[in-house]
């Protein structure tokens, strides 16, 4: 049948309290005949409130999610909060244990894997699973990102222009809630298969997040993804708990159109720091090949005014490569 799936939770996700568990998926490799890859999934349940489903390590190689999630749920009471957190710290646990993007055991991309498939990798069984078993249960999810080892964001949480105007209203506050330093509204360069999509067809607000990158985490960005958390748990209504403020968050479209990639590989100099103010054709980054030592390097410009909230992190690019991202304030778009 097509909606079976192969995964078992082993924790009760209704019953009152505060507990830790696997998502289970029968597994067999070279390694271990008649394996298991085991998920970690937490229920904390408190009274009459709001599903919120929190995930961290969509991608192995960002590192906010899981630590400010795994903070979180140890500084959770169950019998104070209004409502119920499920948190997934490390959706794609395969991945996070080898601090990879992708999956080692699939090479599954799990924000490209939606809505899964039962019958599918592990990757996909993992996504078909919180799809179908999950999302039903949410009434807001947030899902913390990263730039990962490639690229660096300026902290920022990342949301969608959305048809819906009570739906886009309604994520709109749960961006100003997290209070992030930047909120990307982020026309994706792909969406096919992401989280993000899934969640927003089914009517429900969804924050993502790119706070950071570069392959590690900072003590500010922790605590962003950690406070942020906090904060929206309590705009939702969850918490009644003091969170230091942050200052407003500022909304940036990122279009299509702001997008810098390289067409050739080489070395990347960066000029521009993320957060950063442009103007268009302004010099973003040079690319040089280092087997033409006197050769002229390329140089790479913002497409237009705005701010730039990404780069590449690595020194060397290839080609194709996204180099830099440039979004602009909502009011001069
Ligand atoms: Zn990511």
Same mark, same amino acid.
Request: aromatic share 4%; net charge negative; hydrophobic share 45%.
């Given at each position: 049948?097509?909606?079976?799936?192969? #995964?078992?939770?082993?924790?009760?996700?209704?019953?009152?309290?505060?507990?830790?568990?696997?998502? /289970?998926? @029968?597994?067999?490799?070279?390694?271990?005949?008649?394996?298991?890859?085991?998920? =970690?999934?937490?229920?904390?349940?408190?009274?009459?409130?709001?599903?919120?489903?929190?995930?961290?390590?969509?991608?192995?190689?960002?590192?906010?999610?899981?630590?400010?999630?795994?903070?979180?749920?140890?500084?959770?009471?169950?019998?104070?909060?209004?409502?119920?957190?499920?948190?997934? @710290?490390?959706?794609?646990?395969?991945?996070?244990?080898?601090?990879?993007?992708?999956? @080692?055991?699939?090479?599954?991309?799990?924000?490209?894997?939606? $809505?899964?498939?039962?019958?599918?990798?592990?990757?996909?069984?993992?996504?078909?699973?919180?799809?179908?078993?999950? &999302?039903?249960?949410?009434?807001?999810?947030?899902?913390?990102?990263?730039?990962?080892?490639? &690229? +660096?964001?300026?902290?920022?949480?990342?949301?969608? %222009?959305?048809?819906?105007?009570? /739906?886009?209203?309604?994520? +709109?506050?749960?961006? /100003?809630?997290?209070?992030?330093?930047?909120? /990307?509204?982020?026309?994706?360069?792909?969406?096919?298969?992401?989280? %993000?999509?899934? #969640?927003?067809?089914?009517?429900? $607000?969804?924050?993502?997040?790119?706070?950071?990158?570069?392959?590690?985490?900072? =003590?500010?960005?922790?605590?962003?993804?950690?406070?942020?958390?906090?904060?929206?748990?309590?705009?939702?209504?969850?918490?009644?708990?003091?969170? $230091?403020?942050?200052?407003?968050?500022?909304?940036?479209?990122?279009? %299509?159109?702001?997008?810098?990639?390289?067409?050739?590989?080489?070395?990347?100099?960066?000029? #521009?720091?993320?957060?950063?103010?442009?103007?268009?054709?302004?010099?973003?980054?040079?690319?040089?090949?280092? %087997?033409?030592?006197?050769?002229?390097?390329?140089?790479?410009?913002? $497409?237009?005014?705005?701010?730039?909230?990404?780069?590449?992190?690595?020194?060397?690019?290839?080609?194709?490569?996204?180099?830099?991202?440039?979004?602009?304030?909502?009011?001069?778009?």
């Amino acid at each position: 049948m097509a909606d079976e799936s192969r #995964v078992v939770c082993d924790i009760d996700l209704d019953a009152p309290g505060i507990r830790s568990g696997t998502l /289970q998926l @029968p597994l067999s490799t070279d390694v271990s005949a008649w394996g298991r890859l085991l998920t =970690p999934i937490v229920a904390a349940v408190g009274g009459a409130g709001p599903t919120l489903l929190v995930t961290g390590a969509s991608h192995g190689d960002e590192y906010e999610g899981p630590l400010a999630i795994m903070r979180l749920l140890r500084g959770l009471d169950a019998d104070g909060l209004r409502g119920r957190v499920i948190a997934l @710290p490390a959706l794609n646990y395969p991945a996070l244990t080898v601090g990879r993007r992708l999956s @080692p055991l699939d090479g599954g991309n799990m924000n490209r894997s939606f $809505p899964g498939r039962p019958d599918g990798g592990p990757t996909a069984a993992i996504a078909h699973w919180v799809h179908s078993r999950l &999302l039903p249960l949410a009434d807001a999810v947030i899902d913390i990102h990263s730039g990962g080892s490639t &690229l +660096r964001f300026v902290p920022s949480a990342v949301i969608h %222009d959305l048809p819906d105007a009570a /739906q886009m209203r309604a994520t +709109r506050e749960l961006a /100003q809630a997290f209070a992030a330093p930047f909120t /990307q509204v982020l026309t994706e360069l792909d969406s096919a298969g992401e989280l %993000d999509s899934a #969640v927003e067809e089914m009517g429900l $607000p969804f924050l993502s997040t790119e706070l950071g990158g570069g392959g590690g985490v900072t =003590p500010e960005t922790v605590a962003m993804a950690y406070d942020g958390l906090r904060r929206c748990m309590r705009h939702l209504g969850m918490s009644d708990e003091a969170v $230091p403020e942050a200052p407003a968050t500022r909304f940036l479209n990122v279009p %299509d159109t702001g997008y810098l990639m390289a067409l050739r590989a080489g070395l990347l100099e960066p000029v #521009v720091e993320v957060g950063d103010r442009v103007e268009a054709g302004q010099l973003v980054a040079r690319l040089y090949d280092v %087997d033409e030592p006197l050769g002229e390097p390329n140089a790479l410009r913002a $497409p237009h005014a705005g701010v730039l909230v990404c780069r590449a992190a690595r020194g060397g690019v290839a080609r194709g490569d996204t180099v830099a991202v440039v979004g602009d304030d909502e009011a001069r778009s």
